[in-house]
């Protein structure tokens, strides 16, 4: 019985060790990001209703440029400028970075956080597709800088 299973072990071993390359290499150019230009801590996140409305989400801009995070979101195209602030629920929030600051992402940056009368907290961050949670925020991303239904 051994002498059988010992082809079927060495053929999975050899398959998960190439399935696995592919994955490695691309988390590890997930992690070959430049250096946040916006820094973002835990006091850096408005509440929700203090935000801007537009259509189904809230935006605001770390950089001031509110106008410019505004009109691109409303427009529904163009590229959103450094600064802004996205956020479809009140604990997932995404916020553009320099360009190059991650190209996978479209320079997005993706934050949980926990949310409650004192203010906010980082529950987590992400800088690229290694997210475990599901977001909606960077699935929407990934389809598009804008133009699409969340219009990134």
């Known amino acids: 019985m051994t002498k059988l299973l010992l082809p079927i072990v060495s053929t999975l071993m050899v398959l998960h060790a190439v399935t696995s390359l592919p994955a490695a290499a691309y988390a590890q150019a997930a992690d070959k990001t430049s250096e946040p230009k916006v820094k973002v801590d835990d006091k850096s996140f408005k509440c929700i209703t ?3 409305p537009v259509r189904h989400f809230y935006v605001d801009n770390l950089l001031g440029n509110v106008e410019g995070t505004v009109a691109v979101a409303t427009a529904g195209k163009g590229d959103y ?3 802004s602030v996205l956020q479809l629920m009140p604990n ?5 970075q320099q360009q190059g600051f991650n190209p996978e992402t479209r320079d997005w940056e993706f934050f949980y956080i926990d949310v409650d009368k004192n203010g906010s907290k ?19 991303s990934l ?10």
């Open 50 to 52: 203090d935000m801007t």
């Open 81 to 83: 400028p450094e600064g």
């Open 92 to 96: 997932e929030v995404m916020i553009k």
């Open 122 to 140: 980082i529950f987590a961050r992400f800088r690229g597709c290694k997210q475990p949670l599901g977001s909606e925020l960077f699935r929407l």
């Open 143 to 152: 389809a598009g800088e804008a133009g699409v239904r969340f219009s990134l």
